[in-house]
């Protein structure tokens, strides 16, 4: 995608928003007048990008986070939707998943789960300990951006729980 194209999105998404700001329901709009995804997708889309995005619970979404989703459900292969899952959770930049990255993490599984962070759920923290089992180094508190990319690739249960851009589509 152009440099051109991405700031034409970008003015056409920021005049649909308040204050930087979108809601569910301007997000599905703008799923359906500017990507091609499938109808039928895009509640469950943007549903996931909330579930990530709107960590305050606000029921908005800040427009930047917005189009970083935006074009990696409308654009991309799959590696490049996993690359991109790892550096929303990598914040620091390092390569690795640590510390308080992990927690952010295990968070926002919760969320996706439909758990909230501040009760101690044991099934959903369950999934979340078995899910940072899965990463060589998980179990002490890191994982790498290499072992991120190649366990999720081979696990589409564990993409589906982790990644907001991936909704069980065949075209994976």
């Known amino acids: ?30 799923y359906k007048d500017m990507s091609d995804l499938d109808p039928t997708r895009i509640r469950d889309v943007v549903d996931s990008l909330a579930n990530v995005f709107d960590e305050d619970r606000s029921g908005n979404v800040d427009i930047n986070e917005f189009i970083r989703g935006f074009i990696l459900t409308t654009k991309g292969d799959l590696q490049s939707k996993i690359e991109y899952t790892f550096r929303i959770y990598d914040e620091n930049g390092d390569n690795q998943i640590s510390g308080e990255e992990i927690k952010k993490m295990a968070n926002a599984i919760l969320r996706m789960l439909g758990a909230e962070e501040s009760k101690n759920d044991p099934a959903s923290q369950a999934i979340v300990q078995q899910f940072l089992g899965q990463f060589t180094g998980g179990e002490h508190g890191v994982i790498y951006k290499h072992d991120f990319i190649k366990t999720v690739m081979q696990n589409r249960e564990l993409l589906a729980i982790l990644s907001p851009f991936y909704v069980g589509s065949s075209e994976y």
């Not at 970008?10 to 700001?21: F, N, Q, T, V, W």
């Open 1 to 30: 995608m152009s440099q051109y194209d991405l700031e034409l999105w970008y003015k056409a998404i920021l005049d649909r928003s308040k204050k930087g700001k979108l809601s569910k329901e301007q997000m599905i709009s703008i």
